[in-house]
């Protein structure tokens, strides 16, 4: 049973960069929503050029018919479908030709069926035209006059409009670094009309923890309760990783400090499903949130779509390899493990290695055994989101498999290793994994220079 009242948002935003998801896997995302207990999607693909980009221009007659039958989907279903646009990257504030365009994107929408909002300011350059600088004296006002005037024209015609706002520094970083001018969230919570709901992501854009009393501290300034944008399993900004972890680093009490909990997963709606279920457990649960445990469950529920079409996957090892892609900040316990075992190992020399050569390769050799029957999914779309990540995974458990094989050899204590299969060029190639060589970056997040 939930715990939260009926107008509290809780679900998804699609509000990453890259492909957005097809109309089918947004009808699989709205299925999983209804059954779970998540009443809230937004729509704001970063990549939909009209969501964006071309944000003035009117969707054509096909595309239309996409937006609407989506809009339908969620009607049925009884979720909340919002609509965003992004005007921020050219937008001149004062223009009335532009507010005016402003309400024709709005109203094709309305027509559509769609009856909420929201205006984002996220990730756009942080400066006015000349005529806007000499109206207004802060950015953050110019944004506030756009969107109170769109909030009011859209209540008028969606008198029940929810109606949400993203400001141009939505962290607590960009907001220490004055991000959008000095006292920016401070005009917004003054001058952004109450009913508008504000969009945060916490202390960072990826934040590890959101701690209760920062969002307190939050709510002073925007005078009102902020509403989560989480960012947490988004990977729109790392093509080599995904996250299957579950939703931690947020104390169940933060549910009753803002309005709402919207997360940005994912880019591969597939690898979702262990994300969104933990959010609706954690959302619609009560008392304390054991993330551990709700990782575990819901990986039992995903288990199904791991049907192959050889050998069967266990539970054990989908645990296994799920805690190799877990949460942006953390791998899960049983990848650590197999971390600090082969840090141990090349730290040592081989003739103290004892028992730790063996328990390694066996533990790399059954990932490395489960990453290979990926390849035989039945459910195609989940095996291409994980395939290249997976044989990533793969070529670097054989080549360590390798080494430790070589070096437990006594004979090769002192003698090099290469391997066949992982030569200069076509292994860890290319002028980014060059770059990365050249300036690694030290664990405190401080950049050294290469030293020859
Ligand atoms: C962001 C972008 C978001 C992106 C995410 C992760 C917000 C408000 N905006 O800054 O579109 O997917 O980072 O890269 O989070």
Known sequence: MSTQPTDFLSGVIEGFYGPPWSPAERLELFDWMAAWGLNTYLYAPKDDLKHRALWRELYSEGEAATLRELIRAGKLRHLRFIYALSPGLDIRYGSEVELELLRKRFAQMLALGCENFALLFDDIPDRMDVADAKRWDSFAAAQCHVTNEMFRWTRERSPAARFLFCPTPYCGRMAERNYGGEGYLATVGRELSPEIEIFWTGPEIISREIPVAHIQELQKVLRRKPLLWDNLHANDYDGRRFYCGPYAGRAPE?????????????????????????????????????????????????????????????????????DCFYLP??????????????????????????????????????LRDFCARMTELRERPLFYALSRRVWELREELDLLEKFVA????????????????????TYRGGLVARLQRLFPQQPDGSFTEYRR
């Open 254 to 322: 933060l549910r009753n400090e803002v309005s709402g909990l919207l997360v940005n997963p994912n880019n591969e709606f597939p690898l979702n499903f262990v994300p969104l279920r933990t959010l609706a457990g954690f959302v619609c649960g009560t008392g304390t949130w054991d993330a551990r445990n709700a990782y575990l469950s819901a990986m039992r529920e995903w288990l199904p779509h791991f049907a192959t079409v050889g050998q069967p996957v266990t539970l054990e090892d989908l645990i296994g390899f799920g």
């Open 329 to 366: 900040h953390e791998e899960g316990p049983e990848a650590q493990a197999l971390f600090e075992n082969i840090q141990a190992l090349l730290s040592t020399h081989p003739a103290q290695w004892g028992e730790r050569a063996a328990a390694f390769r066996q533990q790399a050799a059954r």
């Open 406 to 425: 070589f070096k437990s050899q006594p004979a090769n204590h002192h003698a090099s290793f290469t391997s066949d299969f992982h030569l200069p060029g």
